[in-house]
Nanobody
Framework: QVQLVESGGGLVQAGGSLRLSCAAS????????MGWFRQAPGKEREFVAA????????YYADSVKGRFTISRDNAKNTVYLQMNSLKPEDSAVYYC???????????????????WGQGTQVTVSS
């Protein structure tokens, strides 16, 4: 069983930045594809970004491209989401997710991930 724990959420003004972290308990963290999803009230959970096991391959939702950056430190079993130029519409609970095997075409699909964190709230004020 893999445990994922997110941190770094909070309240920020529009245009500001936050960095989310997700610490994983997996001994073989470097074998996992990691992703970030978010869910706003009344909306479905949506894909934000994902990163391959080596950190070379990254994937982003169109809505965050150029503003968000996903990265990972396999030595620390941690994945990050740097969020810049935040907008009120970025407000949501952000979830970290992980899976050992995902086809590139499936990285944006919730069902492709086996493990989920409890989420961290991000609120962007206008």
């Amino acid at each position: 069983q893999v445990q994922l724990v997110e941190s770094g959420g909070g309240l920020v003004q529009a245009g500001g930045s936050l960095r989310l972290s997700c610490a994983a308990s997996a001994r073989t963290f470097s074998n996992y594809v990691m992703g970030w999803f978010r869910q706003a009230p009344g909306k479905e959970r949506e894909f934000v970004a994902a990163i391959g096991w080596s950190g070379i391959s990254t994937y982003y939702a169109d809505s965050v491209k150029g503003r968000f950056t996903i990265s990972r430190d396999n030595a620390k079993n941690t994945v990050y989401l740097q969020m810049n130029s935040l907008k009120p519409e970025d407000s949501a609970v952000y979830y970290c997710a992980g899976a050992q095997q995902i086809w590139d075409t499936n990285v944006s699909k919730r069902d492709a991930y086996d493990y989920w964190g409890q989420g961290t709230q991000v609120t962007v004020s206008s």
